[in-house]
Structures are given as C-alpha cells and as structure tokens.
C-alpha cells in the first residue's frame, strides 16, 4: 500500500510538471540564442570548452544520429569524434513516457541529452550546435538546462522548382537549413505549366519535352509591353537524384512530401503528351506566369497516365503523403469537350466543378489503395471533399476550418501569412516579387489554428507552411533572401509551446541568428534594421512616424515640386513627425524618404496632392487581406505600386463598388483621377465602366463619365459640388482570359480630387 501510495505521489507530481513544461513561457528573463525557442531555457553561470575531440559515450545513440554527428563534427567543424564506453563529455539518455519528440539537454562539466526519438535526439543537436559558439577552433557552450517539445507535427517549407529550377546542391543547401531550425516537411513542387521536373521512365518526353521552355518573361506579369529572354531553359532531376535527395532529407528527420499538379497546371505535360488535353493541341511549354486553361482532359486515358506516374512517384518517395495540387483549373475546355462531358452524364454529376471532385476522388482512391495519402490544395473541396483527403489552406484558413468540420486533416497555408514570394517590406528598392506585403512580423503573429474552431475541430489541424513560388525567384541567393528571417519567425510558431513576444525573438535574431546566417552564408533580407513607417490621418496633411530599434538615427529628406524642382532637402531625426500638406492647386509635390547608412539601405516617397487625406466613404468595402488602412489608403499620399504590393491598394471582390465623399462645402471640381490594377495573372482586371457623380444637395445627382485610359483613369471638368460619388462597375471574366467566368478582383488606389484654386 505504501508503494502504491509512493506511486500515485510520484504520478501525480509527473503531471502537475508536465502541465506546467506545456503551458509557461520562456522560464528565464536571459536571452536564449536558440531558435526555435526552447520551452525552457535555464543557463548556469560558466562555460564549457571543448578543443580538438569530441568525447560520445556510444551507449544509448541511435545509430542513424551517430553517423550524423560524425560527418557534422569531421566536414563541417573539424572536431574528431571520438566513441568510447565511457566518456562522460557528452553522453545520450532514452526516455520513455514522456511528449513525443521530447527532449532535454544538460551542460556542467559535461552535456547530457535525454530523447524520446530519434527525431528528437536530432532536433537536441539542433539545439546544441546552436549554443556552440566558435573561438578559432575551440567550441564554447553556455552551461544551462533546457527542456521542449514541438507544437505541431506538420512543420513545412515548400519549394517551387518549376517556375525556375534548382540544382541538386541547392535543394540540398534548402534542406540543411530547414533541419537547423527543426522543420520536419519539405514540399517539392515537381511540376507545373512552366516545367516538368521529375524523370517518370514509362513517359519520357516529360522531361524530354516538358523540361524546357524556348523563353522566359522579363520582369513582372502585369508589365506591358512584355518582353522575353528568348534562352532556353530548364532542367529535371533522375530518379538516383530524387532519391539522394529524399535520403539526404531523411538523415535530418525531413520528410520529402512530392508534388504533382493535376488536373490543372498541367501545360508542360501537355506540351509532351498533347492527347492529354481536351483539344489533343501541340502547345509550347510556355514561359509566361499566371493560369491557362489547357488542363488534363477528363477521360480513361488521362486516368490511366497518372496513375503510371503516380506509381514511379509512389516508389521515389516513402512518404504518407502525397500532394496533387488541385488548384486553379479552369473548366472552359471542358465544358466544350465531348470526352469530358460523356463523363458527367455517365457519372451522373451536377457540372464541371463535380467533374473535378469524381477526378480527386479517382486519385484519391488509388493512393488509398496503395497505402498512401491524398493531400491537396483548398480548391479540392469545391467539388465534394473525397474520403481520405487532407486539404491545404492557402486561399486564407477557410478551406482548413471546413476540411477540419467535416472531420478531415488539413495543413494552413493561407497567403496572407505563409506566402514568403510576397514583399517584406515597403522599401521601394525591396527586389521584384509577385506583389502582396508579409513582413516579418505578420509571419510571427500567425496561428494556423483558427479561433473558429472548436477544441475537437482544432485537432485536426496538423500544423503550417510556407510557400516559395519561383516566378519571381530566380537563382538561390534570391531564394535565401526572400526565405531568411521570415523562416524562422514561422519556425517559432509552429514550435514552440508558448512562443514569447516579438521584441525578444527580434532581439534573438540581431545578436545571435544572423551572426549564425552570416556564417552559413546565407543572403537574408536586412529589412528587421529599416525603419518602420506608420501613416496617420490629420487634418487636410498626412503624418509620418518612423521607430527604429537598432541605432538608425538620421534619414534624408527631399521635396520636390514640378519639373524636378528640388523645394527643401534636409537631415531630421528617427523620432520626429513629418507632416505632407495638402497642395491647393493640381501640382504635384514628392516627399523622399531615405537612409544615410549605405549598409542599411531603404527609400520611402509619398506624393502631396489637392485631395490628401480626403475622408472617403466606403460604400462598398474591400476584401479583408486587401483592406490596407482602409478609406486612408486611397488619400495617404502613396500610389500604388507596380509590381503591385498588397499594402499599397485597396482591393475588392465584387462586382460593383461604391465610395462617396462629403467635401463639407461647396466648391468647383476640376479633374478627377483613380488609379486602378490589372493583373490577369492574379485574376485582377481594370474595371468595365467608371462613372462619377456630383451633387450640391445629396438629392439631385450630375454623372460625368470617366475615360479609361489603362491604369490611370481621370476626367476634367468644371462644377459645383458638395457630395460626391464614384461608381465601379466590373464584368464577368472573359472566356480566353485568367479565371473567366468569374468575378475579377479590382485593385484601386490613389484617388485625386482637383479644386478649383
């Protein structure tokens, strides 16, 4: 009885401190150089020092740890390692009935690491090589104790090879850094319109034909006219590369999770195996982003050609899952193909997106039966989510909330905070990107479980990614620069338990993890040292702030009025307030911000004009991620820009939009102009119809007709008005184009209003 007694006592104490290991913060005020930010960090004053030879006690390692510990310390630290019963330098411990992936380590007089993984035995010496400090040959760590465990088990970073194509030693380089900051799924998306990069051996002219393109646009999609590199490009990795690459992983606990698009985004292998599409067209590889609408034709032999190559997938990759894509299919061809629509008669479906869902569910099928699992983007669930299926959540975290409520595991992803193409920053010399605006901080405030849904539902999120889409990402210090620090801000949430605030990650980075980047040679974006601009609306002016938290003192600024005339140019300090006066006549005025420090290069630049920080009504208002600063965002003195940047314009989803402008007296207009987008790529067009109305009473309306003439459109006039309305009229997207058929988006911004003087 009394050991019964001792046993409960003992249990009982297990728990309250397992219930206190999951739900504290970092248990210490000293910064931890770790990332992600271990549970608990607990240093011990001293250091302890090792030269020349590394110790291991070889009980307890698990062999696959060991022979990594000896190819990190003998190529990459020049330590010989050493294995010996009984050393005490650095010894490991199995544990049993502890979280899965939990690990310990304990640094006195020597290191201690308690696992109960393999994967976590690994992700200890993540965490110590981290601590390691360099001092020309001898190895220095922090004495502490720290104890952690994951959050989630999904902790991915995606890989577009497509769009531009990587070498086998840099997707090894990508792997090595995702394993140093513990993410467990690498994505690998193989093939898309613009390349086939994956030998399938039953199908040859894949890689033969759908490897290449003739030519490769030249700048952003948006920009007209276009121009072409007219080089040929592209490449594809054998089945021995792929399976190096997936042992390569392996060694470092990542699970390579393959990708291969159907039945849209198929236009590489179309250009191989035109019979194929719905039209059997020989068609080109194309070197142009955005959506085309030659997709997999819905027939047995299409059927029958992905299963061949799923099966030569299925035998390169061990992984459970694997990803079909599923997205942006257009259904044009195949409501006009015969072949297509035989299948929905006989199948007995309502239409088109149906059609889509009898193919997920097809592929769906088959992998189950091959012991695999079907994992595909959000748009999987418009035609009926098939049984076995697990969604990605990239349109927002919708499609994850409704995979999750009817019972289905899903993996956030949503634009909004995972998309590492987009800017992160607003700097106007940040290089070309795709458009949208995540900066680091957005990144660090994502939690991919949504407040929607309920404990129960909440399981079901396996955990988050982010995505690496390469139109706009060329070559690997383009792919670093635009993954580093974003990676390990996500890296942060997807790990830790409790992940502390903001300034103390961003204090973690400055003094430890970009020194470690540095000397990895990673090309990370320095966009944490600009100073970060806030706007605010005061009357008829437009206030600027700028904090800056790592020593940025002085900016440059410059005004300048018609013709280039430079009207001031002056130092002022970090802290002070600038203020843009509203203009009184239709000249413009520029204000240019920038930074004095060569090394910590940014630019801002605002325009000062008759109608800045006008109070605009909205009527109608815009979509929630395109919602900028609101009504301010289309008078604050910045234009939206091209290429577009998610930040800098307000955009809608509707197919009529209305603002409205009380101007509290009256006065005579003169002109009008508004900026607009297109993008078709993106689903962004210009508007159909613009039309202004004026009223000096609110009841009795005056419609002026606005000229659209591309990206600006305007009118001048001479009246007298107090109220004015702007109406935005779009049109269904045209067959032939990106996303007919549907609604476009409309992008709007700035709007300038012109008084008589």
């Given at each position: ?276 599409s719905c039209t059997g067209e020989a068609l080109p590889v194309p070197g142009l982003w955005g959506v085309f609408e030659d997709i997999f034709c819905m027939h047995e032999s299409t059927l029958d050609f992905v299963k061949d190559v799923l099966d030569e997938v299925i035998s390169l990759f061990p992984s459970t899952y694997i990803h079909i894509g599923g997205d942006e299919a257009p259904k044009t061809r195949w409501k006009k193909c015969k072949k297509c629509q035989a299948v929905i008669r006989e199948n007995g479906l309502h ?332 689903w962004i067009y210009y508007p159909e119809k613009i039309t202004l109305l004026v009223s000096k009473n609110s009841k009795k309306w005056k419609s002026i007709e606005v000229l659209r003439t591309g990206r600006q459109s305007s009118v001048t006039m001479n009246v007298k008005a107090r109220y004015v309305k702007i109406l935005v009229e779009t049109q269904e997207i045209k067959e032939g184009n990106p996303g007919s058929g549907h609604v476009p988006w409309t992008f709007m911004d700035e709007l300038i209003l012109n008084f008589e003087?």
């Amino acid at each position: 009885m009394e050991r019964l007694l001792s046993k409960r006592i003992l249990s009982l104490w297990v728990s309250i401190l397992w219930f206190l290991f999951w739900n504290s913060p970092v248990r210490t005020q000293s910064l931890c150089p770790i990332i992600p930010t271990p549970s608990v960090y607990e240093p011990i004053n001293g250091f302890l020092e090792v030269e020349g030879r590394l110790s291991v006690n070889e009980k307890g390692i698990p062999e696959p740890i060991r022979a990594y510990l000896i190819k990190r310390c003998t190529q990459e630290l020049k330590l010989i390692t050493v294995f010996t019963p009984v050393s005490d330098q650095l010894v490991f411990k199995k544990l049993f009935n502890v979280p899965e992936d939990y690990y310990s380590i304990r640094i006195d007089n020597g290191i201690t690491i308690q696992y109960s993984s393999e994967e976590s035995c690994f992700y200890a010496l993540t965490s110590l090589f981290q601590l390691m400090e360099d001092l020309d040959g001898t190895y220095r760590f922090q004495k502490c104790f720290i104890s952690d465990a994951p959050k989630y088990g999904w902790r991915g970073m995606h890989l577009d090879v497509s769009r531009h194509f990587f070498s086998l030693e840099e997707v090894k380089r990508f792997i090595d850094l995702m394993s140093f900051y513990k993410f467990n799924t690498f994505h690998w998306h193989l093939t898309d319109d613009q390349g086939w990069r994956i030998e399938i051996k039953k199908y040859p002219k894949l890689t033969e034909v759908g490897a290449w393109r003739d030519s490769t646009v030249i700048g952003h999609y948006s920009a007209t006219p276009r121009t072409y590199d007219k080089s040929r490009y592209g490449g594809f990795y054998t089945q021995d590369q792929i399976r190096e690459i997936v042992a390569y992983a392996a060694e470092r606990y990542i699970t390579v999770v393959p990708e291969i698009e159907m039945p849209g985004h198929a236009r590489a292998a179309i250009a191989a195996y035109p019979s194929l599409s719905c039209t059997g067209e020989a068609l080109p590889v194309p070197g142009l982003w955005g959506v085309f609408e030659d997709i997999f034709c819905m027939h047995e032999s299409t059927l029958d050609f992905v299963k061949d190559v799923l099966d030569e997938v299925i035998s390169l990759f061990p992984s459970t899952y694997i990803h079909i894509g599923g997205d942006e299919a257009p259904k044009t061809r195949w409501k006009k193909c015969k072949k297509c629509q035989a299948v929905i008669r006989e199948n007995g479906l309502h239409d088109e997106e149906a059609l889509q869902g009898w193919f997920v569910g097809k592929i769906d099928e088959y992998l189950s039966s091959k012991g695999r699992k079907l994992i595909g983007w959000d748009e999987i669930l418009e035609g009926g989510l098939s049984e076995n299926a697990t969604v990605m959540s990239w349109r927002g975290t919708e499609g994850g909330i409704a995979a999750a409520r009817e019972k289905h595991d899903a993996v956030m992803s949503p634009g909004s905070h995972c998309y590492f193409d987009h800017y992160q920053s607003k700097d106007r010399n940040e290089p070309l990107a795709i458009g949208g605006f995540t900066p680091l901080e957005k990144v660090y405030e994502f939690n991919p479980v949504p407040k929607e849904l309920s404990h129960d539902e909440a399981a079901y999120i396996l955990g988050a990614q982010a995505n690496l889409w390469t139109e706009y990402i060329p070559d690997m210090n383009q792919l670093e620069y635009m993954a580093f620090p974003r990676t390990l801000a996500l890296a942060q949430v997807l790990w830790c338990q409790n992940k502390p605030d903001i300034s103390y990650f961003k204090k973690v980075l400055v003094e430890y993890q970009f020194p470690k980047l540095d000397q990895m040679n990673v090309h990370y974006s320095k966009a944490l040292f600009y100073p970060q601009m806030n706007l605010f609306p005061a009357k008829e002016k437009v206030g600027i702030t700028f904090s800056s938290s790592y020593g940025e003192e002085k900016l440059a600024l410059k005004v300048t009025g018609e013709y280039g005339k430079v009207l001031e140019s002056k130092e002022v300090g970090i802290s002070d307030t600038l203020f843009l006066q509203r203009t009184k006549e239709k000249n413009l005025v520029t204000y240019e911000v920038s930074s004095g420090n060569t090394d910590k290069k940014f630019y801002y630049s605002f325009v000062s004009h008759s109608s800045l920080c006008l109070l605009v009504t909205m009527n109608t208002l815009p979509d929630e991620p395109y919602s900028g600063q609101g009504w301010f965002t289309l008078s604050d003195g910045i234009s939206g820009t091209i290429p577009w940047k998610g930040s800098d314009w307000l955009g809608f989803d509707e197919e009529k939009i209305e603002i409205s402008i009380d101007l509290e007296k009256k006065t005579t207009l003169t002109g009008f102009n508004l900026g607009f987008l297109e993008d078709p790529g993106s689903w962004i067009y210009y508007p159909e119809k613009i039309t202004l109305l004026v009223s000096k009473n609110s009841k009795k309306w005056k419609s002026i007709e606005v000229l659209r003439t591309g990206r600006q459109s305007s009118v001048t006039m001479n009246v007298k008005a107090r109220y004015v309305k702007i109406l935005v009229e779009t049109q269904e997207i045209k067959e032939g184009n990106p996303g007919s058929g549907h609604v476009p988006w409309t992008f709007m911004d700035e709007l300038i209003l012109n008084f008589e003087p």
